[in-house]
């Protein structure tokens, strides 16, 4: 099955079988739009009040403080909770999940993914730092990422070591000339550039990920064959890595711009994608990015 869905991820979901998927990554919007400021108010009794309250006693109101910031938390978790749920039913028994999220909620988020699928199911914390944009020098610039792996099964899921792409010892004069030619296993931190805005990766989405990242995600976690689900889609780069690495995929998102970058990106596998709820067609005439399909391409950008 290689399907893209046009439409609200937790209806869709909900119709999926149980124990099904064998590897989920989303990269959720953390603001959900519906950002509240609370008001946090303090009442004392005073002659000239501007409330009247029991038996026509005046009280004066004085704002103490807004909560902005956990009330936007709060809508995220009433958003995404019932979706993280879902993720966890169609999770096969051996299946992983790899959540990608801004490192100022992750904190919230990890505690969120413990209570839905056991502290002890909790796999890594993977850091994807990049070194792109504007830096601050008030305070360290943050340039990174947090990915939150959680497995259903902590003895029993897929981890393919052998096949992970390597990477160049730090100190090889410490290891000798064998284990430095053959490099190592990336650790829980990743440097991977961002998507350049002038490189050929690039599908003009706002928020697209680097292949490179979803790549080493659908080879760790996933054999051939495999369908990954992303329902939080964007831009397909979920799908893109999945085509590329010989897996089916699921793909869902609510916004049109999506289906259209999808529909572009996906045009070189013909009909071999279905699309429901959503015609890809006349955004496949003219695609002018089939390029962005080549395993080739997966290799660059590190
Ligand atoms: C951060 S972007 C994902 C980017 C993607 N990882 C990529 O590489 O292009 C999040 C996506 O979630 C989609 N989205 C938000 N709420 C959704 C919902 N309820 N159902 C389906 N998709 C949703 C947005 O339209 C947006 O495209």
Redesign the pocket.
């Known amino acids: 099955m290689r399907k893209v869905v046009f439409?609200?991820?937790?209806p869709v979901l909900r119709q999926l079988a149980s124990d099904s998927i064998p590897l989920i990554y989303i990269?959720?919007?953390f603001n959900t739009g519906k950002v509240q400021k609370r008001l946090h108010l303090t009442t004392t009794r005073a002659e000239d009040g501007d409330r009247v309250g029991f038996k026509g006693e005046r009280y004066k109101t004085a704002l103490l403080a807004t909560r902005s910031f956990v009330d936007s938390f709060d809508d995220f978790t009433a958003f995404i909770e019932p979706r993280l749920r879902e993720a966890h039913r169609v999770l096969k028994p051996n299946g992983t999940l790899y959540f990608?999220i801004d490192y100022r909620e992750a904190h919230y988020c990890k505690v969120l993914l413990d209570t839905i699928f056991g502290r002890e199911c909790f796999l890594n914390e993977i850091i994807w730092a990049y070194d792109y944009g504007a830096r601050t020098n008030k305070r360290w610039p943050a340039k990174h990422d947090n990915i939150l792996v959680y497995v259903k099964d902590p003895q029993n899921y897929v981890f393919n070591s052998s096949e992970i792409d390597r990477e160049p010892y730090m100190a090889p004069g410490l290891v000798g000339p064998e284990k430095a030619a053959r490099g190592k296993l990336p650790t829980d931190v990743w440097w991977h550039t961002i998507v350049s805005p002038t490189g050929k990766e690039k599908t003009g989405?706002p928020?697209?990920?680097p292949l490179g990242i979803l790549r080493r995600i659908v080879t760790a976690s996933s054999h051939a064959g495999d369908v990954v689900l992303?329902?939080?889609?964007?831009?397909?780069?979920?799908g893109a890595a999945a085509a590329a690495l010989g897996r089916d995929f699921l793909l869902?998102?609510?916004?049109h711009e999506?289906l259209v970058t999808m529909a572009k990106r996906f045009a070189a596998l013909g009909g071999h994608v279905e699309f429901e709820g959503f015609d890809p067609r006349p955004y496949q005439l003219d695609a002018r990015q089939p390029a962005l399909l080549q395993p080739s391409l997966l290799e660059s950008g590190e």
């Open positions: 439409g609200d991820n937790l990269d959720p919007p990608h989405y928020t697209q990920k992303d329902f939080f889609a964007g831009s397909g780069t979920t869902v998102d609510n916004q999506a």
